[in-house]
């Protein structure tokens, strides 16, 4: 992980490039988001600080792009841009929860848990009756489970511990989470009603209106992704406080899509930074981009002339991608004792790559591929839908519409 002092600096060697290109790690404070945040055509940035900013009635939107498009990063610098207006409580589902057994009870009860820990974080006065209610009703549902309990001088404080250990089991035993879900599912108003009770207690406190942003859930499975969108939208959008939830870019191609999208209030996509035109020549503009998010972290002298044009090449569009390989080039560029990376080792990156995709694809999904690639469109079917999650097609948007093409890395594949 960085040092504070070096968050803000170009990596003037591999070593440093190695931790700043750390994929797992997207931009969130405002010294990263100010030195490395490259912005991209067609944002919605602008458009959501608006649409939550001018409406009165609580907001829940759905915030979709390809896994990988940036969406963390860009929710963080939304979280910035409403700071003087919102009490903003961001949090990935994946740090505190089981992204393979996930229940609609469970990413209610961590948004409700969210807003307690950020509340005892940042000093907000909140009534001391209302904290006990919380608190008696977190050790109603949880009675049977051993959970250590401990005195404390302020109520908040006690309740903030206990709710922290309560989540951390839910998140790591699945006995737990059966357990709490039996207790919590039939006595969910109650939770909700917390939850509205918590939220309008910190706007009377702060002054502030409050934005919770629920980060990582379009990483579920599709299947348990849309048991949540599709079969309990109602107890995601029934919280008296603004919302956005990361939502899968594949489920917008599923039957139901319409039916998910008309109990939330927006959806908006995040486009990938493009590559290519529609009729395949190079977008130039959407390619200066990403060798911006390269050149930002990085000292140019690191890359010889070609190597940078051909990690944006083969990321695709996506941030995220293009980290990964970088990354990789900065290991293979140090095991070979040079101090540059160049196309060398960029293609030794995308090969490996490109490996994890030929072990992954099936012969089936590398024919529907071919069609994706001659039709610039994929299919409203679950065979699409898979090829959509797992990158290996790509959504591209720009002034002249929306088309799909295959992720670079993957084309050579199409050739065998």
């Given at each position: 992980?960085?040092?504070?002092r070096?968050?803000h600096?170009?990596a003037?060697?591999l ?9 797992e790690?997207p931009?969130?404070?405002e010294?990263e988001?100010?030195?490395?945040f490259v ?7 602008q458009?959501?600080?608006?649409l939550?900013?001018h ?5 829940k939107?759905?915030?979709t ?15 910035l841009?409403?700071?003087?207006h919102f ?11 089981n ?9 209610v009860?961590?948004?409700a ?12 006065r909140?009534?001391e009756?209302?904290l006990?209610?919380?608190?008696d009703?977190?050790k109603?549902v949880?009675?049977e489970?051993?959970i250590?309990?401990?005195a ?8 903030n ?6 989540q951390?089991?839910v998140?790591?035993?699945a006995?737990t ?8 599912e ?6 909700l ?8 207690e ?7 209106r409050?934005?919770v942003?629920?980060?990582d ?9 849309r ?5 309990h ?11 956005i ?13 319409i039916?998910i ?11 990938n930074?493009?590559?290519d035109?529609?009729d ?8 200066a981009?990403l060798?911006q998010i390269l050149t930002l ?5 690191l890359?010889?002339?070609?190597a ?5 090449k083969?990321?695709g569009?996506l941030?995220?991608?293009l980290?990964?390989l970088?990354?990789?080039a900065?290991?293979l560029?140090?095991?070979?004792e040079k101090?540059?990376?160049d196309?060398?080792?960029?293609a030794q990156?995308a ?11 099936t012969?089936?999904q590398l ?8 039709g ?12 959509l999650?797992?990158?290996?097609a ?5 002034d002249e519409?929306v088309?799909?093409?295959v992720h670079?890395?993957?084309r ?5």
């Amino acid at each position: 992980m960085l040092s504070e002092r070096q968050d803000h600096i170009r990596a003037g060697t591999l070593v440093q490039a190695l931790n700043i290109f750390d994929p797992e790690r997207p931009l969130r404070t405002e010294q990263e988001l100010r030195h490395y945040f490259v912005e991209r055509a067609m944002s919605p940035l602008q458009e959501v600080a608006l649409l939550l900013q001018h409406t009165e009635r609580p907001q829940k939107i759905l915030f979709t792009g390809h896994r990988g498009s940036g969406k963390s990063t860009e929710l963080g610098k939304l979280a910035l841009l409403l700071k003087d207006h919102f009490f903003v409580v961001g949090y990935s589902v994946k740090n505190v929860l089981n992204l393979f057994d996930v229940s609609y009870v469970d990413v209610v009860f961590s948004l409700a848990a969210e807003l307690i820990r950020a509340a005892t974080e940042r000093e907000v006065r909140v009534r001391e009756e209302l904290l006990r209610h919380i608190l008696d009703f977190a050790k109603e549902v949880s009675k049977e489970l051993v959970i250590e309990d401990r005195a404390e001088a302020e109520v908040g404080a006690a309740l903030n511990f206990y709710v922290v250990k309560l989540q951390g089991k839910v998140g790591k035993e699945a006995t737990t989470r059966t357990l709490v879900r039996e207790k919590v599912e039939p006595r969910l108003s109650d939770l909700l009603e917390n939850v509205d009770l918590l939220s309008r207690e910190i706007e009377r406190a702060t002054g502030q209106r409050v934005l919770v942003i629920v980060e990582d859930l379009d990483k579920a499975d599709l299947i348990r992704a849309r048991e949540l969108f599709y079969g309990h939208a109602l107890s995601l959008t029934s919280p008296a406080c603004c919302a956005i939830y990361t939502f899968p870019t594949a489920l917008r191609h599923d039957n139901d899509f319409i039916q998910i999208r008309q109990s939330f209030s927006e959806l908006v996509v995040l486009p990938n930074f493009p590559v290519d035109h529609r009729d395949g020549s190079p977008d130039e503009a959407g390619l200066a981009r990403l060798q911006q998010i390269l050149t930002l972290r990085a000292e140019e002298r690191l890359f010889t002339p070609g190597a940078s044009a051909e990690l944006v090449k083969w990321s695709g569009g996506l941030a995220r991608e293009l980290i990964i390989l970088a990354r990789q080039a900065c290991l293979l560029a140090m095991e070979a004792e040079k101090r540059t990376i160049d196309e060398g080792v960029v293609a030794q990156a995308a090969t490996r790559m490109r490996i994890d995709y030929e072990v992954l694809l099936t012969s089936q999904q590398l024919d529907l591929l071919r069609g994706v690639q001659d039709g610039k469109r994929v299919e409203n079917d679950e065979h699409h839908r898979a090829l959509l999650h797992n990158l290996s097609a790509l959504e591209y948007r720009n002034d002249e519409g929306v088309w799909y093409d295959v992720h670079p890395i993957v084309r050579a594949l199409l050739q065998e």
